[in-house]
């Protein structure tokens, strides 16, 4: 069975500081992709980012990035000098690499940046 | 640009009522998913389907039936609505390829039931 834990429900930072939103999945599977959205509070789900678990680079994005730790199942988030504008929920996701299966989904993190 | 919709950001329905939720995608997308959304339960799969007139139960389908008659559209019905089907609902999509798809997703319809 295939399961993502985002441990955290809610987080509270002041503009500008960093943050890191833990996600940790298990699967059987040997090859899989992890995924992270994006909800803000419009409510669409804004896709940022897809990584198969043959990739184990990290990659960064503006003022994201993500660390992906096969050894410890984990494919943490980091916003770096955060603002106002990246308070959302997040999700993060999981699905094996091979076949047509839907998404599971952690249940999210909701950040709350304070001016 | 992918593009989904849903057919109403927000909507208010009686106990009792028959409700029907509609998500379009322009993309050409085979794959088509309902997922309801409450606090602290996260994001849960009501129904997909990957082709038309195909349909596949989720986590939590009862009180729940859907139609995919064209390929763009993929409706959900509450036959009966209730009030613990009051929720966020949110529609998504992604090409037949499935798993290194992204999964594309509508603006969400918030439901109260009264």
């Known amino acids: 069975a295939q399961k993502v834990t985002q441990a955290q429900t809610e987080i509270s930072v002041v503009e500008k500081e960093d943050v890191t939103l833990d996600c940790v999945y298990e699967?059987?599977?040997?090859?899989?992709?992890l995924f992270w959205y994006k909800q803000p509070p419009s409510g669409e789900l804004v896709f940022l980012i897809r990584r198969n678990s043959f990739d184990e680079q990290n990659e960064i994005s503006g003022r994201y990035s993500w660390n992906f730790q096969k050894s410890t199942s984990s494919f943490n988030f980091t916003i770096t000098a955060s603002q106002v504008v990246d308070s959302a929920v997040y999700f993060c996701a999981l699905s094996p690499f091979a076949g047509n299966t839907p998404l599971v989904f952690g249940k999210g993190t909701r950040l709350s940046v304070i001016a | 640009d992918v593009k989904v919709t849903q057919s109403s950001r927000y909507l208010v329905k009686r106990t009792g009522e028959k409700v029907f939720l509609e998500c379009v995608q322009d993309?050409?997308?085979?794959?088509m998913f309902w997922y309801r959304q409450d606090p602290g339960l996260g994001l849960r799969l009501i129904y997909f389907s990957y082709d038309v007139k195909m349909k596949e139960k989720g986590d939590i389908p009862e009180g729940y039936s859907v139609s995919r008659e064209k390929k763009e559209r993929f409706s959900l019905i509450l036959e009966s609505a209730s009030t613990n089907q009051t929720s966020m609902y949110l529609c998504?999509?992604?090409?037949?390829?499935?798993?290194?798809?992204?999964?594309?997703f509508g603006p969400g319809t918030r439901l109260l039931v009264l």
């Open positions: 998504a999509s992604t090409k037949r390829e499935g798993n290194q798809e992204t999964q594309y």
């Open positions: 699967t059987r599977d040997t090859t899989y992709y």
């Open positions: 993309m050409d997308h085979e794959n």
